[in-house]
């Protein structure tokens, strides 16, 4: 059992706007900034969308954004296309014990 | 441009120690502004953070409460690289197993990945 919780799949229409949620506790998503997000197309290691809980690298589109509530960070992508369709792991900082902790991923369809 | 590398075995025996090697090209194992990290991945797990190793005014390591007491994260400055042992692997430590760079709080650069099984 991963140590955030993620819903296991979202589905969305090209065009439209999906939200991804990440809950955890005081002690990693909502004691510290430091939430990225990762896409995963298959047999392909994860790439960066959002760092920082809001931060985009350079390179990923702006259709990408990130933001947090209290101990939920969550992960929107806006005009959905179909290269989007892929799986998506939130990751936050928890601390000295376990610096780094992982949700369970996300599949998302593209209709 | 920075690349890790990685190399060992895809198959361990139950009981025995799991061993992989990364190399990097591009940076240094020794820089100031990065650490130096083993995630794994299986479809029972997800992505699990497993440890790091990084170098500020000295080396640290820290590692994952759930295999702190089997494994070791090492650097070698010699070859410009860091290693993973996780020993008395059982079934359950079959994965995927990344060597990541984590810099300004994201891991920005993965290894290809190694699918080690744990298997007689």
């Known amino acids: 059992q991963s140590a955030l919780t993620q819903p296991r799949s979202v589905s969305g229409s090209p065009g439209q706007s999906v939200t991804i949620s990440c809950t955890g506790t005081?002690?990693?998503?909502?004691?510290?900034?430091?939430v990225s997000w990762y896409q995963q197309h298959p047999g392909k290691t994860p790439k960066v969308m959002i760092y920082?809980?809001?931060k985009r690298p350079s390179g990923v589109p702006d259709r990408f954004s990130g933001s947090k509530s209290a101990n939920t960070a969550s992960l929107t992508i806006s005009g959905l296309q179909g290269e989007d369709e892929a799986d998506y792991y939130c990751?936050?900082?928890?601390?000295?014990?376990?610096?780094?902790?992982f949700g369970g991923g996300t599949k998302l369809t593209v209709l | 441009q920075v690349q890790l590398q990685q190399s060992g075995p895809g198959l361990v025996k139950p009981s025995q120690t799991l061993s992989l090697t990364c190399d990097i090209s591009?940076?240094?194992?020794?820089?100031?502004?990065?650490?130096w990290n083993w995630i794994r991945q299986s479809p029972s797990r997800g992505l699990e953070w497993l440890g790091r190793?990084?170098?500020?005014?000295?080396?640290?390591?820290e590692y994952a409460l759930s295999v702190k007491s089997r494994i070791t994260i090492k650097p070698d400055t010699s070859k410009n690289q860091f290693s993973l042992a996780l020993n008395s692997v059982t079934p359950e430590d079959t994965a995927v197993y990344y060597c990541?760079?984590?810099?300004?709080?994201?891991?920005?650069?993965w290894g290809q990945g190694t699918l080690v099984t744990v298997s007689s």
């Open positions: 990541v760079r984590e810099r300004n709080t994201f891991f920005d650069c």
């Open positions: 591009g940076d240094s194992v020794s820089s100031n502004s990065a650490t």
């Open positions: 190793t990084y170098l500020t005014s000295k080396w640290y390591n």
């Open positions: 005081s002690s990693d998503v909502g004691g510290h900034n430091y």
């Open positions: 920082g809980i809001t």
């Open positions: 990751c936050s900082y928890a601390g000295s014990n376990t610096p780094w902790v």
